[in-house]
């Protein structure tokens, strides 16, 4: 409406200019005459030029200093309305035209008459009444639409506002299935639909995951502690031989520091995932890391008459927790070592392999045992799942789920594959920052 009210301003301002100009022109010409030719002289040149208007555009009037009329074309002085000093306003009503028309002039005083110089403004004063009329009419109707506008589009965002609100209140509710509507409309409601669904989405599968556990660690853990609990009864009874009760005792020991690594196992996977370590993390080279688990399980390995092998790249370098990463290396070889019969050959490697363009740090451990079927591969990740229980080697499936923690922690791609015959498994990070030279040097 401002806009439109400038609009206006400016144009009437150019218009009254316009008129102005062109009757101060004349003037000009007209008084120059006057000094020239005195009030004769001026009196015949008004009374062509009044002659010549036969339309009536132009109004001419010269009067003596009685009020007689010298020249014109006009019957007497007009009853004008003074705007400032010599600028007047009227209206006429010419004969034979039709209805009244207004005129904008000028008057001088001359030394002996008075002279009025006029133009006919009708048309222009029609389009600026016309212009009002449009302004007044298009500000309404933008009134109109605006306010129609304004509340059909609030209406509608506070209604999805409203929907999300309902969903939530259910879900509070307990009804934790339920998840909110995406519309389909791509825009920033359905942005927030869609993650507030993911957020619920991962709550819901945490909540899964947790439950999991704790079955699991009540059935897992059930088992050794009963196991326990009758050991320690037997060695109790009166009549039992010392030396057995002796034995007795010192298996009961050996289980309770297994129940203590599993719960010290569960722990290390439960820190992992919740992030703890990120505060520690450091420049920590793999290659020097499976060196040492290679020496490390060396003796294992030649025992149960497997071969080890390190193959390690020079500075293959990742951000990370050096111990949590050396303890998933450890449970990769005890795996490939554990399940890996007579003979077999166990590798540990550190290396780089291009991944999207860049060279990207990658731990890979392979043996030549008989490996993880496909389908199995996902699930031999989860806590205490071992695929083969009746299997005679020890263990309590926990060892893949450090591992699996340990490379989401440090944002690595962990995959089983098939190392034919064996298993494959392998660790892609992403690459470190630059050095700074403080830790080259350290
Ligand atoms: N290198 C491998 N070759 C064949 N099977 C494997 C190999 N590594 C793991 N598995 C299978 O995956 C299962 C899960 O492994 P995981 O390391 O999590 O548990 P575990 O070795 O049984 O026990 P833990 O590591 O806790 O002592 C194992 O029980 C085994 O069946
Ligand atoms: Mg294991």
Redesign the pocket.
Known sequence: MALLSFVYVAAVDFMERQTEETIEAELTGLREQYRDLGIFGLGRIIAQRAAAETEMESIYLLIDDEGWIIAGNLDTWPEAEDLVTNRVRFSIEPSGNLGPRRFLGRTVELDDARLLVARDVEDKLRTQALLVNAIGLGSGLMLVFGVIGGFVMSRWMLSRIETINRTTAQIMDGDLGRRIKVEGSGDEFDALAANLNAMLERIERLMAGMREVTDNIAHDLRTPLSRLRSRLEVALMSDIDPTIARRLLEETVADAEGLIA?FN?LLSIARAEAGEHRASWERVDLGLLVQDIQELYEPLAEEREIEIRAAADPAVVVMGNRQMLAQALV??A???I???PVGGRVTLAATHIESAGKRAPLLM?T?T????PAD?RAK??ERF????PD?S???????????NAVAQLHNAALELADNAP??K?SLVFTPPPPATAAQRDG
Do not use: E, H, Q
């Open positions: 599993t196992a449970n990769l005890d795996n490939a554990k399940y890996t451990v043996d045992g008989p490996g993880i199995f031999a990740l799942v071992r695929l083969d299997r080697t020890p263990g309590n499936g926990l060892g893949l789920s450090l591992v064996g298993l498994v």
